[in-house]
């Protein structure tokens, strides 16, 4: 009904920069909140950062200054500029979106994932 592809990790090295990018497709009505999480090994999976339709955001204290969501409603997709990347910032990183389809209210809906590799 409706799904997200994430794209844009890699290994990088401390102190460079990546962008992730997250596509909805589907017939979707409508997105409310966009974020983007990630899971690094051993942990929980974490808020990194989201969006609201009116183009709202917030950050995770961790990636505060470091890191920009953006996002393009005409085209369902949302963006993550990763700038300064540290090594702690390795993890597996997922997008969501809360999504209404022309059928019906679908809630939360995952993508399947990235991986992000930052070396020392």
């Known amino acids: 009904q409706a799904q997200l592809v994430e794209s844009g990790g890699g290994l990088v090295q401390a102190g460079g920069s990546l962008r992730l990018s997250c596509a909805a497709s589907?017939?979707?009505?409508?997105?409310?909140?966009m974020e983007w999480h990630r899971q690094a090994p051993g942990k929980q999976r974490e808020l990194v950062a989201g969006?609201?339709?009116?183009?709202?955001?917030n950050y995770a204290d961790s990636v505060k200054g470091r890191f920009i969501i953006s996002r393009d409603n005409a085209l369902n997709t949302v963006d993550l500029q990763m700038n300064n990347l540290k090594p702690e910032d390795t993890a597996v990183y997922y997008c969501?979106?809360?999504?209404?389809?022309?059928?019906?209210?679908?809630?939360?809906?995952w993508g399947q994932g990235t991986q992000v590799t930052v070396s020392s």
């Open positions: 969501n979106a809360e999504i209404f389809h022309i059928t019906q209210y679908l809630g939360t809906v």
């Open positions: 589907g017939r979707i009505l409508r997105i409310n909140v």
């Open positions: 969006i609201s339709s009116g183009g709202s955001t």
